[in-house]
């Protein structure tokens, strides 16, 4: 089994540049064998060619997915759009039904504020980042009894309560719906709810699939050719497990979709 070749960090290097700003962690330079997109047929997830990226720089990425505290100062500070969604309540659950527009005016606020370029995460930095060396195939290689230790996921837990007869995964979390950043267990690069809770908005377009057309840049940058009215998300969330099989529409949605388990973390140059 193929993993990532990095240099993770158990205690990672933390940064704060105002008091409404994400903590970020330096993730640090590295490489990462990631599967080719699914392609016009899809197919499984732990099968398929890949490739792989070389990070020649670290970069910093939030430590937890965005909140609706953090998003809430961005609205009184007149940089983001009020929601459908009240984000002066429950300011510790990450913000959710945010579009990938939004969630670019959120890093453009981020930037002018603090003078350091925030933007969304490419494709290949979330699941570098995500991962923290772990594997590439479905929930990184965890077992799947092992899962609820480092997400809230759609499991007996939620089934149990919510009854809606969806796949689940053989453990328990704790959490019914949507649950406060923070609450399991950090990955190697001092991340959280990389695994579970909210699917997370990266910054690509869709790309080719499938040997020899190409994929994604193995420089770490975003795919930006194509249909860009349809953008990435990653992860999974405490309502939809990662699929067995994979197409363009498990990884790709318009950048319109503002849906309650989907939000976003945010990540930061640092040259």
């Known amino acids: 089994m193929t993993l990532a070749v990095s240099h993770a960090n158990a205690d990672p290097e933390l940064i704060s540049d105002c008091n409404v700003c994400p903590t970020l962690a330096v993730i640090p330079a590295g490489e990462i064998d990631i599967r080719l997109p699914p392609g016009p047929s899809g197919r499984g997830h732990n099968v398929g060619w890949y490739r792989r990226v070389i990070f020649s720089q670290p970069f910093a990425a939030g430590v937890h997915e965005v909140t609706n505290s953090q998003w809430q100062s961005c609205i009184e500070d007149e ?32 930037s002018k504020k603090t003078g350091y370029n925030y933007r969304l995460p490419s494709n290949t930095e979330w699941e570098y980042a995500a991962r923290g060396d772990l594997g590439m195939n479905r929930y990184f290689n965890l077992a799947p009894e092992s899962v609820c230790d480092y997400g809230n996921v759609y499991d007996r837990t939620a089934e149990s309560e919510l009854g809606y007869g969806l796949d689940t995964l053989p453990c328990n979390d704790g959490q019914i719906t949507l649950s406060e950043v923070g609450q399991f267990a950090a990955n190697q690069f001092g991340l959280y709810d990389t695994i579970g809770n909210a699917y997370e908005w990266t910054e690509d377009c869709p790309s080719p699939g499938g040997q020899g057309r190409g994929g994604f840049p193995t420089t770490g940058k975003p795919w930006l050719a194509g249909d860009c009215s349809l953008r990435g998300y990653r ?11 994979l197409t363009e529409s498990t990884r790709f949605k318009d ?17």
């Open 255 to 271: 950048l319109t979709s503002n849906e309650e388990d989907l939000g976003f973390r945010v990540v930061r140059d640092l040259l």
């Open 79 to 110: 940089g983001c759009d009020r929601l459908d969604a009240d984000t002066t309540l429950l300011g510790q659950h990450p913000v959710t039904q945010v579009s990938w527009k939004q969630a670019t005016k959120y890093t453009k606020w981020l």
């Open 235 to 245: 992860g999974s969330s405490w309502l939809s497990n990662e699929p067995y099989y």
